[in-house]
C-alpha cells in the first residue's frame, strides 16, 4: 500500500449522520475543507465513486442517455448503492490521501438480508426520479448477475472506484488489497466475487488473481463478466 494512502471503513457515528447522509440534498452540499466529520468522508465518497464511473458501461445502459442532468441521476443513483451498504451494515471503504478522499469501494455479503423501510423509502424516491424505464433496466440487469451466483460463501465486490486525479497513484490497488484480507479474515468467506462490464477490466482483474466464472450479455450492447478471486490465490 502506498504510504500516503489510508484505507479506512466508514462508520456512520450516530443517528444525525444517518439522517444527513441518508438525504440525496446532502450531495449538493458546500463541504470546507475543515469538514473532516464522517457525513462529510461520505458525501465525498460518493462524488469520488461517481465521477469514476461517470463513462461506465453499466451505468450508462441503466440511467439511460439524452438526459441533461445525467451527472446528477449518477450521483442518485450511486448514493443508493452507498446507502444500501450502510443500511444493511455492509462496508463501504474509503481510500484517502492528502487531497482527501481517492477512492471507494462497496462491499456486500452475498447471502439474503432483508431492507429495512427506510432503504426501502429510498430506493422508491430513486426509481421516482430516475423513471420506470431505468427501473426496468436496473431489473434486466440485476436478472442477468443473478446467473454468476453461486451457493459458495464469499463476500461481493459492489463497486470499486478511484478518482481521476488520483488514477494511476496505487489507490486502487490498496482498496484490492483490503477487500482481499477482509475476506481471508472474515469467517466462512473463501473469496471474493465481482462482475465487470468492461473488457478492459478484465484483464486487469486477472492480474490482481481473478479468474472468469461466468459471463452473460445483457443487452446487445452490454456483457457482463463474473469473476471470482479465492483466498489462497
Do not use: K
Not at 450511486?78 to 477512492?103: K, S, T, W
Not at 482498496?175 to 469467517?187: E, G, N, Q
Amino acid at each position: 500500500m502506498p504510504d500516503s494512502v489510508i484505507i479506512r471503513r466508514l462508520n456512520p457515528d450516530g443517528p444525525e449522520t444517518l439522517r444527513r447522509i441518508a438525504d440525496p440534498r446532502c450531495l449538493d452540499e458546500v463541504l470546507p475543507d475543515s469538514d473532516e466529520s464522517t457525513a462529510a468522508a461520505f458525501v465525498r465518497g460518493v462524488r469520488a465513486l461517481s465521477e469514476a464511473f461517470t463513462d461506465y458501461p453499466a451505468i450508462r445502459y441503466i440511467i439511460g442517455t439524452g438526459w441533461g442532468d445525467a451527472d446528477a441521476r449518477l450521483a442518485r443513483l450511486v448514493h443508493f448503492f452507498c446507502m444500501a451498504r450502510v443500511y444493511r451494515d455492509e462496508p463501504v471503504v474509503l481510500a484517502e490521501n492528502e487531497d482527501g478522499v481517492a477512492g471507494v469501494a462497496l462491499i456486500s455479503w452475498v447471502e439474503e438480508r432483508d431492507d429495512n423501510e427506510a432503504l426501502r423509502q429510498l430506493r422508491t424516491a430513486l426509481w421516482r426520479m430516475l423513471g420506470e424505464a431505468a427501473r426496468t433496466r436496473y431489473g434486466v440487469f440485476g436478472e442477468t448477475l443473478d446467473a454468476f451466483t453461486t451457493d459458495e460463501p464469499q463476500i461481493h465486490l459492489n463497486m470499486i472506484g478511484v478518482s481521476n486525479a488520483a488514477r494511476g497513484c496505487g489507490v486502487g490497488r490498496a482498496l484490492l488489497d483490503y477487500v482481499h484480507a477482509f475476506s481471508a479474515a472474515r469467517p466462512g468467506s473463501s473469496g471474493v466475487s465481482l462482475n465487470t462490464e468492461s473488457p478492459e477490466n478484465v484483464a486487469l482483474y486477472r492480474h490482481f488473481g481473478y479468474e472468469v466464472v461466468a459471463q452473460a450479455r445483457v443487452s446487445p450492447d452490454l456483457m457482463s463478466w463474473g469473476m471470482f478471486r479465492p483466498n489462497t490465490a
